[in-house]
């Protein structure tokens, strides 16, 4: 519609050019978006009364969104703050329901949790009145992430899954505003140690997330290479949680992940025998504020320099806490505890500590936090017997996503063709409940065919294998299904 109009007409009047500022925000054109609302704030003066107060408000909306994608999350407060002062919004108008979902993300990448989920929840609440289902998608986007992040994944699934289902009906599924709920799922999903889903979930992610988005770009990147770190993976890893410290070089503020991140580099370092790289980068952050993330990777330090000893001396000092949020940090703390305790030959201490950090994981279902470290394997098998954790303990000594690993095969010729479609399914980007629905079998089945992949391709991820698909000429890449 604006296009019908002359050029000069638009970019004279204050409302059309803020309009168009709006659209070129929504469409990733941020540096027109700028030079937009700059010119709108300029013609704001010719406008009378509530049409000033309301274009005002538009401008501060714009600014908003913009402060977030550049990384200056005290800019962004600034604005939602502004728009929600205005004199010329109701207390329902979407307006405010657009600055309280910046502000609920401000409030949340900056760690109050607890503050980011009541200001979403009353903007969602604005936009389910006044019928704005694009706000609706996402406010439950924006929770999702929020529940994960408070240790309640079952019920950030639960809200990633209503937003995913209205996405859906609107044919929204790769718009950026579902970057959130894609990342949500691949979080929860890893934690659940459901790797391939992960995988799924977070490609979906990265594909529909704003280029300038360092905040979002930062965490996605950060699961990615947990994901790969859980599956051993330890270059691909790297090279992903590197990216994800490159991204919060644009995020000026405080950012609640910064730690996490630089703790799961140091474990990677650890873990690839670059103990004195390892040393370097903790000694950046010794004097700083200590985190659980931190403290166990100092203590895997002083463990793989066989001091397990002072390494459960590090643990042992790591915040407490465990409402605070990062559940999966401080059930690694406690799995690594439990295991330096018996290595200390302290079996009973060993299996106490161990049945805490059972208690604590059941109820949200975390599972990655005892696959981190191979001899925990021994004190969950001898913990089979204990009647409250019979069923989780099995489930983990089973667990269906295990790392697999094999030399890889001669190529295409090494494929039956049930596991040729199966590796095109992946390529299209569906679940392995969606693979089984195609195929008519089991998502037993589809796993089984899984791991046969995987270790024919010598590969560990979906992204690998529909990599080498591609490279074999087995499956033609495609843009996947939204």
């Known amino acids: ?165 209205l996405a859906q009906r609107r044919g929204w599924g790769a718009t950026p505003q579902m970057a959130v709920t894609w990342h949500a799922l691949g979080w929860a999903h890893f934690l659940w140690n459901r790797l391939d889903e992960a995988d799924l979930y977070l490609d979906r992610a990265e594909l529909a997330a704003p280029s300038g988005d360092a905040a979002l770009l930062a965490v996605i990147h950060m699961v990615q290479g947990l994901v790969q770190s859980l599956r051993r993976n330890h270059d691909a890893a790297l090279a992903l949680l590197t990216t994800a410290e490159r991204d919060l070089g644009d995020v000026i503020d405080r950012f609640v992940f910064r730690s996490y991140i630089q703790a799961e580099v140091v474990r990677l370092l650890v873990a690839t025998g670059r103990l004195d790289e390892a040393d370097r980068r ?80 059941l109820p949200g279902h975390y599972r990655q936090p005892f696959l981190q470290f191979g001899e925990a394997r021994t004190l969950l098998e001898a913990h089979r017997g204990c009647p409250a954790h019979r069923r989780f303990v099995a489930d983990l000594l089973g667990a269906d996503d295990a790392p697999v690993t094999g030399a890889a095969g001669p190529g295409a010729e090494v494929l039956s063709d049930r596991e040729v479609e199966v590796l095109g399914h992946l390529a299209a980007m569906l679940t392995a409940a969606e693979i089984g629905a195609e195929m008519f079998v089991s998502v037993n089945t589809v796993k089984t065919h899984l791991k046969s992949i995987y270790r024919k391709l010598g590969v560990s991820s979906r992204r690998q294998a529909v990599a080498r698909g591609v490279e074999l000429g087995i499956v033609r890449p495609g843009p996947g299904r939204m």
């Open 1 to 165: 519609m604006l296009d019908l109009l002359p050029r000069d007409t638009v970019s004279a009047d204050a409302e059309l050019v803020l309009v168009r500022a709006v659209l070129h925000l929504e469409s990733g054109r941020h540096r027109r978006a700028l030079a937009d609302v700059e010119t709108g704030e300029r013609l704001i003066h010719r406008l009378d009364g509530a049409d000033r107060a309301r274009a005002a408000a538009v401008a501060a909306t714009v600014r908003l969104r913009l402060a977030q994608l550049g990384g200056d999350i005290n800019g962004a407060r600034h604005a939602g703050e502004a728009v929600l002062s205005s004199p010329a919004l109701e207390v329902d108008d979407p307006l405010r329901a657009m600055a309280l979902l910046g502000l609920g993300v401000c409030e949340y990448f900056t760690g109050r949790r607890a503050a980011a989920q009541e200001i979403l929840r009353e903007g969602l609440r604005i936009a389910r009145t006044t019928g704005h289902d694009y706000l609706v998608t996402g406010f439950l986007s924006q929770l999702a992430v929020v529940l994960t992040a408070q240790d309640r994944p079952v019920e950030a699934v639960d809200a990633a899954q209503e937003a995913v289902a």
């Open 282 to 361: 903790l000694a950046a952050h010794r004097d700083g504020q200590p985190s659980v993330s931190l403290a166990v990777a100092e203590a895997e330090l002083a463990w793989a320099r066989g001091d397990a000893a002072a390494a459960l001396v590090v643990v042992e000092s790591a915040p407490g806490g465990t409402g605070s949020g990062f559940l999966d940090q401080h059930l690694q703390a406690r799995v690594l505890s439990a295991v330096l305790t018996a290595e200390l030959r302290r079996p009973d201490d060993a299996d106490r500590i161990l049945e805490e950090a059972l208690d604590l994981a």
